[in-house]
């Protein structure tokens, strides 16, 4: 599987973005779907995840509440639509997929097979 991210960009404080995901292969509906994010200098940290139907998603609590990630097995695409935007929101976000279910496994970026290639999202304040 072959991803790519794009939709970042340079955003002020308290707007809104929408990140895609693009998948390659005829595979995508047997993954479940992550997003991550690296800000300058910090570990890749897990922002949000949704499993092979779309029926299960899981944030983390930096996020949950501004950010809602979503599917379309159809077109081999995700989404994560980014609301309220903060500088801390600032990092490079990545797309990811997993063979693996569950909370546990979403947040663990070791459990991703196939990333994309990253986006840069900018918040100014």
């Known amino acids: 599987v072959q991803l790519q991210a794009y939709g970042g960009g340079l955003v002020q404080a308290g707007g809104s973005l929408r990140l895609s995901c693009a998948a390659s292969?005829?595979?995508?509906?047997?993954?479940?779907v992550g997003w991550f994010r690296q800000a300058p200098g910090m570990e890749r940290e897990f922002v949000a995840a949704?499993?092979?139907?779309?029926?299960?998603?899981s944030y983390a609590d930096s996020v949950k509440g501004r950010v809602t990630i979503s599917r379309d097995n159809a077109k081999s695409t995700a989404s994560l639509q980014m609301n309220s935007l903060k500088s801390e929101d600032t990092a490079v976000y990545y797309c990811?997929?997993?063979?693996?279910?569950?909370?546990?496994?979403?947040?663990?970026?070791?459990?991703?097979?196939?990333w994309g290639q990253g986006t840069q999202v900018t918040v100014s304040s």
């Open positions: 990811a997929v997993t063979v693996y279910s569950g909370v546990a496994n979403y947040m663990d970026l070791l459990k991703y097979s196939y």
């Open positions: 949704i499993s092979r139907s779309g029926g299960i998603t």
């Open positions: 292969g005829r595979s995508f509906g047997l993954y479940s």
